[in-house]
């Protein structure tokens, strides 16, 4: 996920990133803001002719200002989710704010609304240090800092309330999901509360269309799509969470040779209809994996490529054939890959599960619950 980032630098271990979106929509927050610095001072309490700096340039400064609450925002979530035991991959910066990608979430209600409330909190606790304690004891500074200091906190207090509604995947809309996991099943609860944050995102941008406001239909849009991945996420955890990685993946595994030619690889491929194989050196040692897209890379020209050694990935992602399989999905998901090896503890090749084998799990669950209790048609966006 928000592979065209950038990390800019780390913070208690977790790493910040910029998506390219950042950059994009930076410059035109920038002028954005510099159209309305006249309107912000006298809001501020500020004579417009009293600010010196340009608008533009105190636009730019302001909207850099901005994502950094916003990042101070997402940390918050993850030092939180950190004491609670969870695993926080990184805090990227993007379009519409910022993402805090938390591996291993919690599905303790406890735990998601500590999360959840974090954010605001901090983000509120901000907003009212800024413009109730710091800025009136800063009357004797430049109109440009004063108006600094009322629009970060001005901002912040918004971003507050705004996280807070229940607009699901927000703040919000998280701590409605955990307050209904209270009473039914964490799939339910997600259920409702993505049903809540679509029909939010809906109205927003309604309303977004009517005013012509681009940035609300924007965020909408935004919302919408998260309730949904969510969602959709959570269906499959819930799917997989009865199996191990051993139940779905496939034994007796066909292995090729790391000395074979390409030609011999892509017959042995034509033949029994496989995209990928793992690879074993003479002494039957697991050293690589090779797959159709491997071949495929091999320039034109390269004439001296005469065996699979030379094409192959050395760098394996494995799965353990008695961890959950959900675990290897994410794994598999993550790297964007087809396939992963299954090693048990001795380091032997025992099997190898593929999204084939994974699609099974939702087979056969699906078929277990028509037969139990009438089950459920959901499709699985794989």
Known sequence: MFKSSLTIL?????????????????????????????????????????????????GFILAV?????????????????????????????????????????????????????????????????LLFIIRPLTEFLAADY??????????????AVFNLLPAFPSDGGRVLRSLLARKTSYLKATRIAAAIGKGFAFMLGVFGLLSAQIILILIAFFIYIGASQEYKFNLIRDTFSEFLVRDLMTENVSTVNENITI?????KMLMEKHSGYPVINDRGELTGCVTLDDIDEIPNDSEKLKNVGEVMSCELIT????????????????????????????GELVGILTRSDIMKAYQLKNIRDKQGRGGSDEDLPF
């Open 263 to 267: 030609r011999q690889l892509l017959d």
């Open 65 to 129: 200002l901005l994502f950094v609450s916003v990042a101070m925002h997402e940390l918050s979530h993850s030092l939180v989710a950190r004491r609670r035991g969870m695993k926080i991959k990184d805090i990227t910066l993007m379009l519409l704010g910022g993402v805090a990608q938390i591996e291993d979430e919690s599905r303790r209600p406890e735990d998601e609304t500590l999360m959840a409330l974090a954010g605001p909190l901090l983000s509120l606790a901000l907003g009212f240090l």
């Open 146 to 159: 004063r108006l600094i200091i009322y629009y970060l906190g001005f901002m912040n207090i918004f971003l």
């Open 319 to 346: 799965a353990s054939p008695e961890e959950p399989l959900f675990e290897a999905f994410k794994r598999l998901s993550q790297a964007d890959i087809g396939r992963l090896m299954v090693i048990d503890e001795t």
């Open 10 to 58: 780390h913070i208690s271990g977790i790493p910040i990133k910029l998506h390219i979106s950042f950059l994009l929509i930076l410059p035109f927050l920038a002028v954005a803001i510099g159209n309305n610095i006249q309107q912000i001072a006298v809001l501020a309490g500020i004579e417009p002719v009293q600010v010196e700096a340009n608008p533009y340039l105190l």
